[in-house]
């Protein structure tokens, strides 16, 4: 394409002295295998229509050989066919271990925060998606040339911590924490915040005074708040580590509330000190970011002293700052936090970082109801828990592969390759419809689905020797594989340009599309095929089985041996 679009130029240039960005895509192919409408784009700065000028440019391209055909459609569409031979070759040209990436990122660093759970519950669905969304963000990032540092922004301190040792006091025990874990840690949780809920409508603060009490011991260091809290948080971190490995994602740094909190409270008090924080009457302290359109102030600290996640959030930017100096950072929550995160980098533009801030934000996941209607996945409905849903994913993967074949840990790969295709079935900011079904299905746009694809590739080069020498062969049959295979590397330019990981999930989708009509019209190495034919389309499946390696790999998702 960028050959096409280099000639294009040229031709544009020599006819008109004009330099213009050429554009070029994919049309029907009924119509070519690329058209541009540059034509129309020049009609003023050359003064002819765009049909006068589509015509110039098309003499200029029929003095090629690269082109079997060019024609105009409309008021100046140019649509070119090329040959599969010069596809071919091109494709040749360009192939190499690490077909795909690119290093527009010129080396720059890139923090990406991701899973960030609040370690008080269990890990549930409502961090799948930062998770997933957060891993192709960072393998994305490694791409396309950043340095990529990544952390796991643990919720572990505040107001969670002082409802865990309130409602464990309250309404648990020693037996139930040692046979239960991390479940009767979340019971507790639940539990107490219902309490807190009801006395507060019953006018009480009894349950609160004492959640607050246990808070500002921890702030203060005494030894029995810290207990609870290395104890507890123990607990919860080895449940975290365990999710995390289930679903293969994993951070450099796991750098907590906690861990700032301290460092929050002195960057408060220099806001302060420096009449950029306001201290109200209550002894809350406020920043105005009127300056940036907000009529409400960022609160950076409670009326008693306690830290918010403003007041974390702020040193972790000075701390990332001062020791990573990132080039970017892309937090990776959800859409109900847009507010808070527009407000938080307004904040930081007025305490000069111009580390470009970014929030990575989607939408939620959705499940169906019995009378077919939508709503957000919650534990009313069924699974919620991180690895109930895995182990009814793995259920399901045994029952569509149904062959005693399969090893185990193929069945892992098959459920955890449902669950994350099904994130990126569109733009991250849409919800999604979580059904077991559709997700699991062996026909249609999901991971099995994409997996099956590259698993029979697999298995066609296993069976068959193959010659690495040179053939002299046209490549027609194969032509519409080539072209998807050239488009792979923009595609994957612009899911890390756009943060957008569902753009390459889409593109391996159509290339098993085209890969199966492909294997439907043409015998790969069986009946009338000779011997340079056969080694000409083994060598073409051996770059479609990397390119769909490399691409379900930016997803997190791996390719099983057999299914």
Same mark, same amino acid.
């Given at each position: 394409?960028?050959?096409?679009?280099?000639?294009?130029?040229?031709?544009?240039?020599?006819?008109?002295?004009?330099?213009?960005?050429?554009?070029?895509?994919?049309?029907?192919?009924?119509?070519?295998?690329?058209?541009?409408?540059?034509?129309?784009?020049?009609? %003023? /700065?050359?003064?002819? &229509?765009?049909?006068?000028?589509?015509?110039?440019?098309?003499?200029?391209?029929?003095?090629?050989?690269?082109?079997?055909?060019?024609?105009?459609?409309?008021?100046?569409?140019?649509?070119?066919?090329?040959?599969?031979?010069?596809?071919?070759?091109?494709?040749?040209?360009?192939?190499?271990?690490?077909? !795909?990436?690119? @290093?527009? !990122?010129?080396?720059?660093?890139?923090?990406?925060?991701?899973?960030?759970?609040?370690?008080?519950?269990?890990?549930?669905?409502?961090?799948?998606?930062?998770?997933?969304? !957060?891993?192709?963000?960072?393998?994305?990032?490694?791409?396309?040339?950043?340095?990529?540092?990544?952390?796991?922004?643990?919720?572990?301190?505040?107001?969670?911590?002082?409802?865990?040792?309130?409602?464990?006091?309250?309404?648990?025990?020693?037996?139930?924490?040692?046979?239960?874990?991390?479940?009767?840690?979340?019971?507790?949780?639940? %539990?107490?915040?219902?309490?807190? %809920?009801?006395?507060?409508?019953? !006018?009480? @603060?009894?349950?609160?005074?004492?959640?607050?009490?246990?808070?500002?011991?921890?702030? +203060?260091?005494?030894?029995?708040?810290?207990?609870?809290?290395?104890?507890?948080?123990?607990?919860?971190?080895?449940?975290?580590?365990?999710?995390?490995?289930?679903? $293969?994602?994993?951070?450099?740094?796991?750098?907590?509330?906690?861990?700032?909190?301290?460092?929050?409270?002195?960057?408060?008090?220099?806001?302060?000190?420096?009449?950029?924080?306001?201290?109200?009457?209550?002894?809350?302290?406020?920043?105005?970011?009127? /300056?940036?359109?907000?009529?409400?102030?960022?609160?950076?600290?409670? =009326?008693?002293?306690?830290?918010?996640?403003?007041?974390?959030?702020?040193?972790?930017?000075?701390?990332?700052?001062?020791?990573?100096?990132?080039? %970017?950072?892309?937090?990776?929550?959800?859409?109900?936090?847009?507010?808070?995160?527009?407000?938080?980098?307004?904040?930081?533009?007025?305490?000069?970082?111009?580390?470009?801030?970014?929030?990575?934000?989607?939408?939620?996941? #959705?499940?169906?109801?019995?009378?077919?209607?939508?709503?957000?996945? @919650? &534990?009313?409905?069924?699974?919620?828990?991180?690895?109930?849903?895995?182990? +009814?994913?793995?259920? $399901?993967?045994?029952?569509?592969?149904?062959?005693?074949?399969?090893?185990? #840990?193929?069945?892992?790969?098959?459920?955890?390759?449902?669950?994350?295709?099904?994130?990126?079935?569109?733009?991250?900011?849409?919800?999604?419809?979580?059904?077991?079904?559709?997700?699991?299905?062996?026909?249609?746009? =999901?991971?099995?689905?994409?997996?099956?694809?590259?698993?029979?590739?697999?298995?066609?080069?296993?069976?068959?020797?193959?010659?690495?020498?040179?053939?002299?062969?046209?490549?027609?049959?194969?032509?519409?594989?080539?072209?998807?295979?050239?488009?792979?590397?923009?595609?994957?330019?612009?899911?890390?340009?756009?943060?957008?990981?569902?753009?390459?999930?889409?593109?391996?989708?159509?290339?098993?599309?085209?890969?199966?009509?492909?294997?439907?019209?043409?015998?790969?190495?069986?009946?009338?095929? =000779?011997?340079?034919?056969?080694?000409?389309?083994?060598?073409?499946?051996? +770059?479609?089985?990397?390119?769909?390696?490399?691409?379900?790999?930016?997803?997190?998702?791996?390719?099983?041996?057999?299914?």
């Amino acid at each position: 394409m960028n050959e096409i679009t280099c000639t294009i130029k040229d031709i544009i240039k020599q006819l008109f002295n004009v330099d213009i960005d050429v554009k070029i895509n994919r049309p029907d192919t009924r119509f070519g295998d690329f058209a541009t409408n540059v034509a129309m784009q020049l009609t %003023k /700065e050359v003064g002819k &229509s765009s049909r006068e000028i589509a015509e110039k440019i098309i003499e200029g391209l029929q003095v090629s050989n690269d082109f079997e055909e060019v024609s105009i459609a409309g008021p100046g569409f140019i649509n070119l066919r090329v040959s599969a031979k010069l596809l071919a070759n091109s494709l040749d040209n360009t192939w190499n271990s690490t077909y !795909g990436e690119n @290093s527009d !990122g010129n080396n720059k660093t890139v923090v990406v925060e991701y899973p960030s759970p609040n370690m008080a519950k269990p890990y549930s669905v409502g961090h799948l998606r930062p998770g997933n969304q !957060g891993w192709a963000v960072k393998r994305l990032m490694e791409a396309t040339g950043w340095k990529v540092i990544t952390d796991n922004h643990l919720g572990d301190y505040g107001a969670p911590f002082g409802i865990w040792v309130t409602g464990f006091l309250k309404f648990s025990s020693e037996e139930a924490l040692a046979r239960d874990g991390v479940y009767e840690l979340g019971k507790v949780y639940i %539990k107490t915040k219902k309490a807190l %809920k009801e006395e507060k409508e019953n !006018g009480g @603060s009894e349950l609160a005074n004492e959640v607050q009490d246990w808070l500002i011991k921890l702030e +203060k260091g005494d030894a029995i708040a810290k207990s609870y809290s290395q104890r507890f948080n123990k607990i919860s971190l080895e449940h975290i580590h365990n999710v995390m490995n289930r679903l $293969k994602i994993s951070t450099d740094h796991e750098l907590g509330e906690a861990f700032f909190a301290p460092k929050g409270k002195e960057v408060v008090d220099k806001l302060l000190n420096s009449n950029v924080a306001t201290q109200n009457d209550d002894g809350s302290i406020i920043v105005s970011l009127d /300056e940036y359109g907000f009529d409400v102030p960022l609160l950076v600290q409670k =009326s008693n002293g306690a830290a918010l996640y403003a007041t974390t959030d702020l040193a972790t930017l000075l701390y990332r700052e001062e020791n990573w100096h990132p080039d %970017k950072v892309i937090y990776c929550v959800g859409s109900e936090q847009q507010f808070y995160f527009s407000q938080l980098f307004a904040m930081a533009k007025k305490l000069g970082i111009r580390t470009e801030l970014y929030h990575l934000w989607f939408g939620f996941i #959705d499940q169906l109801n019995d009378d077919g209607t939508r709503e957000k996945m @919650s &534990s009313r409905k069924g699974v919620v828990l991180m690895e109930e849903l895995l182990d +009814k994913a793995e259920a $399901k993967a045994r029952e569509v592969v149904k062959s005693d074949n399969v090893s185990e #840990d193929d069945i892992k790969k098959i459920a955890l390759g449902a669950i994350k295709f099904s994130d990126f079935a569109a733009d991250r900011r849409t919800n999604i419809l979580f059904d077991w079904n559709s997700i699991f299905a062996l026909t249609g746009f =999901s991971g099995p689905y994409v997996q099956y694809a590259a698993v029979r590739v697999n298995k066609i080069l296993r069976d068959n020797e193959i010659s690495l020498n040179e053939f002299d062969y046209d490549y027609k049959p194969e032509k519409n594989v080539i072209l998807k295979l050239l488009e792979y590397p923009e595609v994957v330019r612009l899911a890390a340009n756009d943060l957008e990981p569902h753009k390459i999930a889409t593109f391996l989708y159509e290339l098993a599309k085209d890969l199966n009509r492909y294997y439907e019209a043409t015998p790969i190495v069986v009946g009338d095929v =000779s011997c340079m034919e056969k080694q000409a389309r083994l060598n073409l499946l051996q +770059k479609v089985s990397q390119v769909f390696s490399h691409g379900l790999s930016l997803l997190g998702i791996e390719v099983p041996c057999s299914m």
